[in-house]
């Protein structure tokens, strides 16, 4: 890019229990991938790019590994955060990186909230599908709220645990988890400052995971939805 190149990246990813226990080892292997990949370059390709890119790669799964073995170490919900950064020299990299993992397990939720000067955009994979794909998306609109994450899951039987990212002002709109029967756990964090009314209509099973006095805490309470209290 001709321009300085710099994003922020938080991403949650949740799931059961099963497909996390899989996420070291496909990390591990999406980094053997790319390893294979800067095997087979040329000389000139290899200085130029090559060794740059397998680092950037590696970095960013071992996050990934750390996250996830971390969550699993103890009895904490099957879900975790981690962070990382792109700028001109790894551009394109944590796409491809969040991609590969999105596409080894479908059965994961991602969720990516990327930020570039100031401006906030959130990317969604739902459980079942690999629709990770940030290049459909212009980080430059500035999206932050979830209103359009209701067509990913409303009704969606598959969808267990979800953890929303931390660090960014979010909002949850009108019906976006209607008919989610078998969500079980929703872990929000002090930044959700807004819930629509009609956000969880028709899950009789949600518990709520919140800090306490925080927004969406109280809004579960006001709601006679179950909740329980995490410290941030």
Known sequence: MGLSYGVGYICAISGNREDL?????????????KQAWCKALSK???SSYGTFETSWCEDYTNAIKSAAESALSGDSLPAFVFMAVEDDSSHGIMDEVMKALDEALPGLVIVLCAEYKQKKCIFISPPGESS????????FEGRNDWKHAAKLFRGCQALTCLRFPWGKTLSIGPRTFQGCTNLTALILPKEVTKIDETAFEDCPNLTIYAPSKSFAKEFAKEHSIRSRVYKA
């Not at 996420?23 to 991938?33: F, G, H, L, R, S």
Request: net charge negative; proline share 4%; glycine share 0%.
């Open 21 to 33: 226990e899989k996420v070291p080892a496909a990390a591990q292997k999406i980094y053997e991938d």
């Open 132 to 139: 990770l794909n940030l290049n459909e998306f212009d980080l």
């Open 44 to 46: 000139d390709e290899l």
